[in-house]
C-alpha cells in the first residue's frame, strides 16, 4: 500500500471516525461539501488524484452528503482588479452598496460569496506549484476574503478601517 492509501486510510477510519464521534451519526443529517480544486495540470495531477481517491473513501462513510467540484481552473475567476479592490473598501463603511460604476465588478465577488455560504464543508486540493499553491487559489481568496460579508454579525474580531 503506497503512503497515499495509508493516509487517507488512517484519516478516514482513526481522525475523521473520531472528529465525527461529537456529531450526530452520519446517516442523520447530509451535508454539502464543496471540493474546490486548482492543479494548473489536469491530466496526471497527483493533487487531484489524492483529492479523487480521498473523496472514494469520503464517499464510503458519508455516501448521503453532496459533493460538488469547484475547479479554480476552469476560466470562471475574473481578475481581482484595482476596480474589485476599490469596491470592496466602498462597501465598508456606512454605505453597503457600491458605487454605481463600479456594481458590475463587485457582482461576480458577492455571487461567489452567496454560494459558499451554502455549503458545510470545504475540501481544499492544492497542488504546490513552483514552491507555492496555484496562482488561481490567491486570486479565489482575493474574492472571497471580504471580512464585512463573510463573518457572523456579531464578531467583533475584525473592525475595517476605511481607507484614507
Known amino acids: 500500500m503506497g503512503l497515499l492509501p495509508r493516509f487517507v486510510t488512517w484519516f478516514v477510519d482513526e481522525k475523521y471516525d473520531s472528529y465525527c464521534a461529537t456529531f450526530p451519526p452520519p446517516e442523520a443529517y447530509p451535508v454539502k461539501v464543496l471540493v474546490i480544486t486548482c492543479s494548473p495540470m489536469k491530466e496526471g495531477s497527483a493533487s487531484i488524484e489524492m483529492v479523487n481517491y480521498f473523496l472514494s473513501e469520503y ?11 469547484l475547479d479554480l481552473t ?3 475567476l475574473p481578475p481581482f482588479s484595482a476596480a474589485h ?3 470592496k473598501y466602498s462597501t465598508w463603511g456606512a454605505s453597503k452598496e457600491p458605487p454605481v460604476e463600479l456594481k458590475d465588478d463587485w457582482e461576480y465577488t458577492t455571487a461567489l460569496i452567496e454560494r459558499l455560504i451554502t455549503y458545510d464543508k470545504f475540501i481544499f486540493g492544492v497542488s504546490m506549484w513552483n514552491m507555492t499553491f496555484p496562482h488561481t487559489l490567491k486570486l479565489f481568496f ?3 476574503i471580504q471580512p464585512h460579508l463573510v463573518q457572523p454579525p456579531a464578531c467583533q ?8
Open 142 to 144: 482575493d474574492h472571497i
Open 85 to 87: 479592490a476599490a469596491v
Open 74 to 76: 476552469a476560466g470562471e
Open 59 to 69: 464517499k464510503k462513510v458519508r455516501p448521503q452528503d453532496v459533493v460538488e467540484v
Open 157 to 164: 474580531c475584525f473592525v475595517p478601517t476605511p481607507p484614507r
